[in-house]
């Protein structure tokens, strides 16, 4: 089975290029997905040369000039970028016969949207309180992210795997409000122009839907109770109406005209693009405790489409996220039948905590992948956990049949 392991651009300059890569081979991996575009970020990082790394939004290359001349956004770049260590890692990987992916957070950048708060996206009381998430239907956003996927395929990567190219749920530091699920959702739907007018064009009262999710939401502000239950169409449109689950169905249509326009931009370039859902993540991220709801069903929630995207994208990553073997099972059978058994399916396994307790619970994940049908089973993150941690890596993969 083909597997990666993910990797920051801080753990190899920290760690040293073939240390690292002589670790993730030593490991039975196929391949690296290093981190060439990320989000600012604080990580306790256990065998890094800080404990605790600071990451700031930006491409760990030089974007090539052509790409973005004319265009109002370019990506951050990050302070070591011209050392060129993405060409560095291409050149090292060829030579060990290992596979380079180009692993690419395309939507979550605090650094642009802080100087360009109009391409964030805005909630239904008319707030841009989320800068680091940029709008997918923004036309200036579109043409940043099509420009950014041909920036990162230009590295010689086997694939650019692209994260954060759909919406994001609601987040926040702190809140003295007891939202319920279902109210975070309605609160984090975007209601910018280029959002309502979108969903307008669908037949959508986008103005009507809008109204709606600031009365509900309003309410809870001003101290009525929080819905309860998980989120579902069924429930959601008793909940706040039909018209406003018909404009959160409308986002799919932005998520899927954009990540059409990103794969053509990657193919055309010579890789291929590999969309990594983070409805997996949303479900268990935290404890690996994933609710009910498999992700391939909820995905619709961050406006994926995945049976629309099954005709336009060659391959899937699915984040795993769950300590329980079955449910991993679950999942990847549901993304095979959305997306279709002729796509490729990827599986993010986390080796540790809070997922992964043993090297025999990996080893079970890692079989449960295969026998639902997974291609390619990738390990998240080399800097994240400890080398013991790591350890576990090349057991589960040489006992898994």
């Not at 309502?196 to 009262?205: F, K």
């Amino acid at each position: 089975m083909d597997s990666s392991v993910y990797v920051f651009a801080e753990d190899i300059r920290g760690e040293g290029l073939d240390n690292v890569l002589d670790r993730v081979a030593g490991h039975g991996a196929a391949g690296v997905t290093v981190g060439a575009v990320h989000h600012a970020a604080r990580d306790i990082t256990p065998h890094g040369v800080t404990r605790l790394t600071v990451r700031h939004d930006g491409a760990h290359f030089v974007p090539p000039a052509d790409l973005f001349d004319g265009l109002r956004l370019s990506p951050p770049v990050q302070e070591y970028a011209a050392e060129e260590p993405i060409a560095a890692l291409r050149k090292a990987t060829a030579a060990r016969g290992l596979h380079l992916h180009g692993w690419a957070v395309f939507l979550r950048c605090a650094t642009l949207g802080r100087e360009h708060p109009d391409i964030t996206v805005r909630d239904c009381f008319g707030d841009r309180g989320s800068p680091e998430d940029l709008c997918p239907a923004h036309p200036d956003v579109r043409q940043y992210a099509e420009a950014l996927a041909r920036a990162v395929a230009r590295q010689g990567v086997d694939s650019v795997v692209a994260e954060a190219l759909h919406f994001r749920r609601l987040t926040y530091e702190r809140s003295s409000v007891a939202l319920g699920p279902m109210d975070a959702f309605l609160f984090g739907l975007c209601f910018c122009d280029f959002c309502m007018r979108r969903a307008a064009d669908l037949g959508v009262n986008a103005e009507a839907a809008r109204e709606e999710c600031a009365r509900i939401v309003g309410g809870v502000l001003d101290g009525d109770p929080p819905a309860q239950g998980e989120v579902t169409r069924a429930a959601l449109t008793a909940y706040a109406g039909p018209e406003v689950v018909a404009y959160a169905r409308a986002r799919s249509e932005t998520v899927t005209s954009l990540v059409s326009m990103v794969s053509d931009a990657v193919t055309q370039e010579g890789s291929k693009l590999v969309f990594l859902d983070a409805t997996g993540a949303v479900k268990g991220y935290a404890d690996g405790l994933p609710s009910p709801g498999l992700a391939a069903h909820d995905a619709w929630q961050l406006g994926i489409d995945l049976l629309a995207l099954g005709d336009l994208v060659p391959s899937f990553g699915v984040l795993a996220y769950a300590r329980d073997a079955a449910r991993v099972a679950d999942d990847v059978g549901a993304y095979r039948r959305s997306v279709g058994k002729d796509r490729e399916v990827r599986v993010v396994l986390r080796p540790g905590l809070p997922d992964t307790d043993s090297a025999d619970r990996l080893t079970a994940k890692v079989r449960a992948v295969r026998a639902a049908g997974g291609h390619a089973v990738d390990f998240y993150a080399y800097g994240l956990v400890p080398y013991p941690v790591l350890d576990r890596i090349p057991e589960a993969l040489s006992q898994t049949p």
